[in-house]
């Protein structure tokens, strides 16, 4: 590894390995010892953990946050010697700025088996809490890491070891396994439901009923809740069938039907699940408004010939205990009472022979009443029922079929509207009222609207109403001010349906309350959340989650939860002042310490990590939003890395200049001279990935003094790379070198390998501008090989790219595909766009020089699909001028034009200056194709002379200039246009094949 020299080199071929599992240990050649909870074990098991160089800052940070910097540094220095004087010491190295461990853990074998899938492995290796013993109450930032490290890898190992008791494994060992789940979390009720499976299996039911019941005193007595409806009917079938852990998944959304509509696909599986002799309950489950009531009706009307005895519909809304249930269905059947009778008896006895389909609406008002409909359908054989609930019932009988919203348009989408259940509804609702609604002139708002309420169907009715008064765009704009207009004020809905705020009431009547209070405080998540997050951010237990989910209150997707919109809201409006601020601030806490817990995965480019963040993005930027307002600049510190590269590899650097901006903005982030020298570092490389140079350049000097000042070094690496890559824009290609190799010479010094290997990287394209092509390429593959080593992908996909640049310089294209194709395949596995965009723009030139334009127009395209799905528009305005370049390569002129006008129109407003430059040379080369060679000499004498075009393109731009035909005569005069001028005349005349501004070019010599 460059730059990094352990020291204690005597020490170096020792074997240590740490137990953190349980109470930790350390074992040396063989040996073993207990470590004792004191500060250098501390240090020791932190970096063990992190398995990774890390800064003293933050080292100092952690275990002396409220001393002055000079003395936590002395501190540090301390506790370092201190810990030499024991024999583990010698597993830690320093150097510079940096200090690491190198020794083997337990935590990482567990987490390398759990990559590896081996999952019995992994559970062997857990052997007990993580650090066990070494909680220190009184130091926050330690017990924060501390519990945010525990909870993690609890997940984890509960995680494999339901996954291992879904496996078909010997009863004793689902006995064990379980048990132990439930010594973890004594409220975990997929462990409980696991163990009395499992005891059942092995023929102890009684010791399952008696797990039962001490799980259902607890979670009366801990949460006041009841047991859920799977773990009753569990229960209840104890001893005979082996019930599922996992809950059925949620039905695919309904697609077009042009007599209903949507939910044709919801009627189809309806049908085939009735027609099959194990469906006899089926539920249809789903949160109020959904439209549950409208589509058992047409279940009804569709089923009717296959129930010779009749299909019948039981209204339940003003039913009010389940005891009246039996009475309400005899009547609706028509059995006649008799005095004295049992309405059920005489049901079973009208049934049995018949063969019927009976839909029993509003079933959450009378759950209890389930335990009637399971004696029903033991009794009488012929019998379906379909139930609509907000609640599972947790019958062995049950089987489920959520209803969501329809399917809703995503903004692209607009021109065609007609395709989308929710858009057809609400435009049917609208032309009731507002017969003149022309969906096609709105589409835009109508988008708008049913993805605020997910098409949730009442809610897009009562907004559609509205249309009377109000135009598309000011209902969107209103709801995303409340849900005043989701109220019906035309007496066209029942009462229960008279608003959105009033079915959310209903169901909100049927929660405990710690149900209620977990559900308002779920309520600061962004774009839902895991379990893990929920149990730290909102104290939801595990029990909890489950009954929201039953109730139709919490939508679960894989490992993920999510709140529909508009429960969202109203549950927000149920939480107190008091109780928000302190869940905002657990909310905050979970998501920076998740930052700097991801902080070098992120980096590097990791796969799932990048994937988890963008599943945490809204959350993640909502917790940097709460550290700026609230000055936590120490959050801030520790979070940046993770979140702004996170930006980086997704190419939404906008937002991170936001980010960025507010932070600085910020009274607590000034006060901190540290976190504000290395927040303007970070603000120089987005400005620099914004194309903005200048603006660059100028936050990268006014850091630096900042960064020598506070001795942030890493901060000071990237300041100078960002120097140096402006210097290398401007043409600057010697001092761009020097910056680069001062960046390196820190980076060597500071031990990280991260930045060790991105200078080399940098200097060897120095090497290349200056045309030291040996050196440049000794220098990148030294590069590329550093990042191999670390496990730096993100950094391996740019390196390979830069190789390929290198090569074409070279004119090597063969070499350059070579390696571009592999950093291509890099980018996809890892899933990183911003190398992606580079790599597959290279891959189109190198195939333009192959003579492959269509292999050209495929990377061109695939680079297109990356901009528009992560809405970076310069790369889009790029790419569709690569488009108008090959066009005009395949000499069709007509679309060079059109690609140039769209290519340009992009640019213009949302493309750095440089693309409109490149633009008006490639116009300049379309002139030439066209004969109009004296009008091509012109634009590229005004381009050419141009103030404000970087260096490299105006090398580029007189390259291409010389490849032209001399003209006799003097050229035109310049007919006074200004750069955006010119442009704006190329977007507005492509119709014209730009006739008229060739004609201003002719005619003004």
Not at 505 to 512: E, G, I, K, P, T
Not at 823 to 834: F, M, N, P, W
Not at 836 to 841: M, Q, S, V
Request: hydrophobic residues 50%; charged residues 25%.
């Amino acid at each position: 590894m460059l730059g990094v020299r352990p020291s204690n080199p005597t020490g170096a071929n020792l074997a240590i390995r740490l137990q953190l599992f349980g109470a930790p240990k350390v074992a040396i050649d063989g040996e073993s010892f207990v470590l004792p909870c004191e500060r250098r074990s501390q240090l020791l098991v932190l970096l063990a953990l992190k398995r990774a160089w890390v800064g003293r800052a933050e080292l100092a940070a952690m275990f002396w946050p409220e001393q002055p910097e000079k003395l936590a540094y002395a501190n540090l220095r301390k506790t370092l010697f201190r810990l030499q004087s024991v024999p583990w010491g010698r597993a830690v190295e320093l150097e510079g700025g940096a200090v690491r461990v190198d020794a083997a853990t337990d935590v990482a074998d567990f987490e390398a088996a759990l990559a590896g899938s081996r999952t019995v492995e992994a559970l062997a290796l857990r052997t007990g809490e993580l650090l066990a013993g070494f909680d220190a109450a009184a130091s926050e930032a330690w017990q924060g890491w501390l519990g945010f490290e525990r909870d993690r890898l609890r997940a984890a190992w509960r995680g494999a070891a339901l996954a291992r008791l879904g496996d078909d494994i010997d009863p004793a060992e689902g006995v064990e396994l379980s048990a132990r789940l439930l010594e973890s979390d004594p409220l975990d009720e997929a462990a409980l439901r696991a163990h009395m499976t499992w005891l059942a299996q092995a023929g102890q039911s009684a010791r399952a009923r008696q797990a039962y019941q001490a799980f259902v005193g607890r979670l009366a007595s801990d949460l006041g809740l009841p047991p859920g409806a799977e773990l009753v009917a569990l229960h209840d079938t104890l001893g005979s069938v082996r019930m599922p852990v996992v809950p059925l998944e949620a039905v695919v959304p309904a697609a077009y039907d042009a007599e209903f509509i949507g939910r044709s696909v919801e009627l189809k599986r309806i049908a085939e699940l009735l027609a099959g002799e194990d469906c006899r309950l089926l539920n249809l489950v789903g949160p109020g408004g959904v439209g549950k009531t409208r589509l058992a009706l047409r279940v009804l009307a569709q089923l009717a010939p296959a129930f010779p005895d009749g299909t019948v519909f039981i209204p339940l809304e003003d039913v009010v205990s389940a005891d009246e249930v039996g009475a309400r269905i005899a009547r609706e059947i028509g059995v006649e009472a008799k005095r004295g009778a049992d309405p059920e008896k005489q049901v079973i006895e009208f049934l049995r022979a018949r063969r019927m389909l009976l839909v029993l609406d509003n079933f959450e008002r009378v759950t209890r009443a389930g335990a009637t409909l399971d004696r029903l359908l033991r009794a009488c054989a012929g019998l379906r029922v379909v139930v609509t609930s907000r609640v599972r019932l947790g019958l062995a009988a049950e089987h489920l079929l959520r209803i969501d919203g329809l399917p809703c348009p995503e903004p692209e989408d607009a021109d065609h509207l007609e395709a989308f259940d929710a858009v057809r509804l609400f435009t049917q609702a609208a032309h009731r009222v507002e017969p003149g609604l022309a969906p096609a002139a709105e589409a835009a708002a109508i988008v708008d609207i049913c993805r605020q309420v997910e098409g949730l169907p009442l809610a897009l009715e009562l907004a559609a109403a509205w249309t009377r008064v109000l135009s598309c765009t000011e209902i969107a704009a209103e709801l995303k001010q409340g849900t005043e207009l989701l109220r019906a004020d035309d007496g066209a809905h029942p009462e229960r349906h008279a608003s959105i705020e009033a079915v959310f009431d209903q169901s909100w009547r049927l929660l405990a309350p710690v149900e209620r209070d977990v559900l308002a405080r779920l309520s600061v998540f962004r774009g839902g959340f895991t379990a893990d997050a929920a149990r730290a951010v909102a104290g939801a237990a595990l029990p909890v989650l489950g009954a929201l989910a039953d109730k139709s209150l919490l939508r679960k997707h894989d490992a993920r939860m999510q709140l529909h919109p508009l429960v969202h809201q109203f549950a927000a409006a149920r939480l107190t002042d008091d109780a928000r601020a302190a869940t905002e601030v657990e909310h905050a806490r979970w998501f920076h310490r998740l930052l700097a817990h991801d902080s070098r995965a992120v980096g590097s480019g990791d796969r799932e990590t990048l994937r988890r963040m963008d599943a945490e993005f809204e959350n993640c930027r909502a917790a940097w939003q709460w550290a700026v307002g609230h000055g936590a600049a120490d959050m801030l510190s520790r979070s940046e890395s993770a979140l702004l590269n996170y930006c980086d590899h997704r190419l939404r650097n906008e937002e991170a200049q936001l980010l960025v901006r507010d932070a600085l903005a910020s009274p607590g982030v000034r006060a901190d001279p540290r976190c504000e020298a290395h927040l303007l570092a970070r603000a120089a490389h987005v400005e620099y990935r914004l194309d903005r140079y200048t603006d660059a350049e100028a936050s990268a000097r006014r850091a630096l003094p900042l960064l020598r000042a506070a001795r942030n070094r890493l901060a000071e690496v990237l300041c100078l790379n960002v120097l140096g890559s402006c210097c290398l824009r401007g043409g600057r290609f010697a001092e761009a070198r020097e910056h680069y190799r001062h960046a390196l010479q820190l980076a060597l010094a500071g031990s990280d390998p991260t930045h060790v290997a991105a200078a080399q990287d940098h200097v060897g394209l120095a090497e290349k501008s200056l045309g030291n092509y040996d050196e440049a390429l000794r220098m990148t593959m030294a590069s590329l090989l550093s990042h191999r080593r670390i496990g730096d992908q993100a950094g391996e996909a740019l390196c390979l790219n830069n190789l390929a640049d290198l090569h074409l310089a070279r004119g090597e294209p063969v070499a350059a595909g070579s390696y571009l194709r592999e950093a291509l395949a890099v980018a996809d596995r890892q899933g990183l766009d911003g190398p992606r965009l580079h790599i597959l723009t290279n891959l189109s030139e190198v195939a333009v020089l192959e003579g492959d334009l269509a292999a050209a127009e495929g990377y061109a395209r695939r680079a297109l699909e990356i901009a528009t799905a992560v809405g970076n528009r310069a790369i889009d305005a790029s790419m569709r001028l690569q488009f108008a370049q090959l066009a005009l390569l395949r000499r069709d002129f007509a679309a060079a034009h059109r690609g140039l006008a769209e290519g340009l129109a992009r640019a213009a407003t949302a493309g750095p200056r440089s693309l409109r430059f490149a633009g008006v040379v490639l116009f300049a080369e379309l002139l030439a194709a066209e004969g109009e060679l004296a009008c091509a000499h012109a634009v590229f004498e005004f381009v050419t002379g141009h103030p404000d075009i970087s260096v490299p393109l105006r090398g580029e731009a007189r390259e291409r200039h010389a490849r032209l035909p001399a003209v006799d005569g003097p050229l035109p005069a310049w007919p006074g246009f200004a750069l955006d001028d010119l442009v704006h005349r190329i977007v507005g005349e492509a119709e014209l094949a730009h006739a008229p501004l060739i004609a201003a070019l002719r005619g003004a010599s």
